[in-house]
């Protein structure tokens, strides 16, 4: 993508455009970049993103020679299991296709079942409208997507938010993009039960889970953001925890990983306490030492969730 | 003497212009939004000067960030009512003003018969005028 390649016009016009200009002009690499920064791991989704990119740029060059292509459609559906970032880029999707030019506000508006799905006949048509509303030109989340449709009540009003959302979805696709997240095997169902809807989606977008290298980056990157660090020791012994901590039940990657560090933290603040007579320096507040970490009870013979 | 040939009511702003297009229109309502200014849409078969209040047409529209959500709702409003006038309001909730801040009309029937004049002469030869729409003789819902 970034190589020095013209677009060539079809046909007897032989003007040409810069791909590359037109590439810097966006700033997308600048967005790209942030991403890859910011979000360790997630190979397949920034692929994805890097290749949404690319066809909007080259779509906007074909505009400038006028080969009309119908606007692509960018709903997309984020599957994966806790913890792996689904919110996290979908936050960042509303920026990216702002710079790209495919919508023109790039604000998130995120929204469950409660937000869409109404109490009593002819209360859902309004309230799902009125989401769409706000979301318009923007990005429209919806989290736990499986929820909109529940099977075992035939009465349920969820099968009439997910018609005006198929209707809006088809109609008014330059206004807004629709991304749907939950769990994988969830999301499966749901889609089988609702054919349209996946027939609707252009992207289906699986996060894999983080291995434990990368969990190791992301907690790092997460005490940095909060001005803490590990010592070398610390490092080592939250490797140690990660290790255990992910063959354990209900382990939901960057989630725990945060969890675990807020405890971390925690039983940092106490054992400053402990020896309150010592002078403290910058040095002592910020580091996490490894007795802060192998204090967890996953180290203990008795096996608690923490 | 015509003073306004055609007929073409003439409230809110715009009026004396030719309809706005809907890339006006979305212009207009972009303006409102930036300044955080509701916004909704109202009809009415009987636009009389004086009658302040149309009917809305669905909710007023809170926190929109983008206008494509309110052209629709006007164009829900024109395959409802495509003879009704249809207007758009900002309300603007600012302590200290509270009220409209923008008002136009994007929807009029295909002919408006305007409006007439009847005088009523009273005590000492003084003379009480009434505007009258020519479109109200009929019942709701049959005049345009």
Same mark, same amino acid.
């Given at each position: 993508? @970034?190589?020095?390649?013209?677009?060539?016009?079809? @046909?007897?016009?032989?003007?040409?455009?810069?791909?590359?200009?037109?590439?810097?002009?966006? /700033?997308?690499?600048?967005?790209?970049? *942030?991403?890859?920064?910011?979000?360790?791991?997630?190979?397949?989704?920034?692929?994805?993103?890097?290749?949404?990119?690319?066809?909007?740029?080259?779509?906007?060059?074909?505009?400038?020679?006028?080969?009309?292509?119908?606007?692509?459609?960018?709903?997309?559906?984020? +599957?994966? /299991?806790?913890? +792996?970032? *689904?919110?996290?880029?979908?936050?960042?999707?509303?920026?990216?296709?702002?710079?790209? @030019?495919?919508?023109?506000?790039?604000?998130?508006? +995120?929204?469950?079942?409660?937000?869409?799905?109404?109490?009593?006949?002819?209360? +859902?048509?309004?309230?799902?409208?009125?989401?769409?509303? *706000?979301?318009? @030109?923007?990005?429209? %989340?919806?989290?736990?997507?499986?929820?909109?449709?529940?099977?075992? /009540?035939?009465?349920?009003?969820?099968?009439?938010?997910?018609?005006?959302?198929?209707?809006?979805?088809?109609? /008014?696709?330059?206004?807004?993009?629709?991304?749907?997240?939950?769990?994988?095997? *969830?999301?499966?169902?749901? %889609?089988?039960?609702?054919?349209?809807?996946?027939?609707?989606?252009?992207?289906?977008i699986d996060f894999p889970d983080y291995t434990a290298g990368e969990l190791l980056h992301i907690a790092k990157l997460m005490l940095e953001r909060q001005n803490y660090r590990f010592s070398a020791e610390g490092e080592a012994a939250f490797t140690e925890y990660l290790k255990l901590r992910m063959q354990q039940p209900h382990f939901s990657n960057a989630r725990s990983v945060r969890n675990a560090l807020d405890r971390a933290r925690l039983r940092q603040a106490n054992r400053l306490f402990a020896d309150a007579g010592r002078k403290l320096g910058k040095a002592d507040l910020m580091t996490i030492e490894a007795e802060d970490v192998l204090a967890s009870r996953i180290f203990g013979a008795g096996s608690g969730a923490v | 003497m015509m003073t306004n040939t055609g007929n073409r009511i003439t409230q809110g702003q715009f009026s004396f212009l030719p309809d706005l297009t809907d890339a006006q229109i979305t212009a207009q309502i972009k303006y409102a939004l930036k300044n955080n200014w509701a916004v909704s849409v109202e009809y009415t078969d009987d636009p009389h000067p004086r009658n302040t209040y149309w009917e809305l047409f669905g909710m007023p529209m809170f926190d929109l960030k983008d206008p494509a959500g309110i052209l629709m709702e006007i164009n829900n409003c024109r395959k409802t009512f495509p003879n009704h006038y249809i207007r758009v309001m900002a309300f603007n909730s600012h302590r200290g003003v509270e009220s409209p801040s923008m008002s136009f009309i994007v929807n009029r029937p295909k002919v408006e018969p305007g409006f007439g004049v009847s005088r009523q002469e009273v005590d000492g030869r003084n003379i009480r005028y009434t505007v009258h729409s020519y479109a109200t003789d009929k019942p709701e819902g049959e005049r345009y």
């Amino acid at each position: 993508m @970034g190589d020095n390649r013209k677009v060539q016009a079809a @046909g007897a016009d032989e003007a040409q455009v810069d791909l590359e200009a037109e590439f810097k002009a966006s /700033n997308i690499q600048e967005v790209l970049d *942030k991403l890859d920064r910011e979000l360790i791991g997630l190979m397949p989704v920034k692929t994805r993103i890097r290749e949404i990119a690319a066809l909007l740029l080259v779509d906007r060059l074909r505009r400038k020679f006028e080969l009309s292509s119908e606007t692509p459609t960018l709903h997309m559906c984020f +599957t994966g /299991n806790p913890g +792996t970032g *689904k919110t996290t880029v979908a936050m960042r999707m509303g920026e990216i296709l702002k710079r790209l @030019g495919y919508v023109r506000e790039g604000h998130l508006v +995120t929204v469950t079942r409660d937000d869409l799905v109404g109490q009593y006949i002819g209360h +859902t048509a309004p309230k799902t409208k009125e989401v769409i509303k *706000k979301a318009m @030109g923007g990005v429209l %989340f919806i989290d736990e997507a499986y929820y909109l449709y529940k099977p075992e /009540n035939e009465r349920d009003y969820g099968a009439e938010s997910i018609e005006i959302l198929l209707q809006i979805m088809e109609n /008014n696709r330059d206004d807004l993009v629709v991304i749907l997240a939950g769990y994988k095997d *969830k999301m499966e169902k749901f %889609f089988q039960s609702n054919p349209g809807m996946r027939s609707r989606i252009a992207h289906h977008i699986d996060f894999p889970d983080y291995t434990a290298g990368e969990l190791l980056h992301i907690a790092k990157l997460m005490l940095e953001r909060q001005n803490y660090r590990f010592s070398a020791e610390g490092e080592a012994a939250f490797t140690e925890y990660l290790k255990l901590r992910m063959q354990q039940p209900h382990f939901s990657n960057a989630r725990s990983v945060r969890n675990a560090l807020d405890r971390a933290r925690l039983r940092q603040a106490n054992r400053l306490f402990a020896d309150a007579g010592r002078k403290l320096g910058k040095a002592d507040l910020m580091t996490i030492e490894a007795e802060d970490v192998l204090a967890s009870r996953i180290f203990g013979a008795g096996s608690g969730a923490v | 003497m015509m003073t306004n040939t055609g007929n073409r009511i003439t409230q809110g702003q715009f009026s004396f212009l030719p309809d706005l297009t809907d890339a006006q229109i979305t212009a207009q309502i972009k303006y409102a939004l930036k300044n955080n200014w509701a916004v909704s849409v109202e009809y009415t078969d009987d636009p009389h000067p004086r009658n302040t209040y149309w009917e809305l047409f669905g909710m007023p529209m809170f926190d929109l960030k983008d206008p494509a959500g309110i052209l629709m709702e006007i164009n829900n409003c024109r395959k409802t009512f495509p003879n009704h006038y249809i207007r758009v309001m900002a309300f603007n909730s600012h302590r200290g003003v509270e009220s409209p801040s923008m008002s136009f009309i994007v929807n009029r029937p295909k002919v408006e018969p305007g409006f007439g004049v009847s005088r009523q002469e009273v005590d000492g030869r003084n003379i009480r005028y009434t505007v009258h729409s020519y479109a109200t003789d009929k019942p709701e819902g049959e005049r345009y």
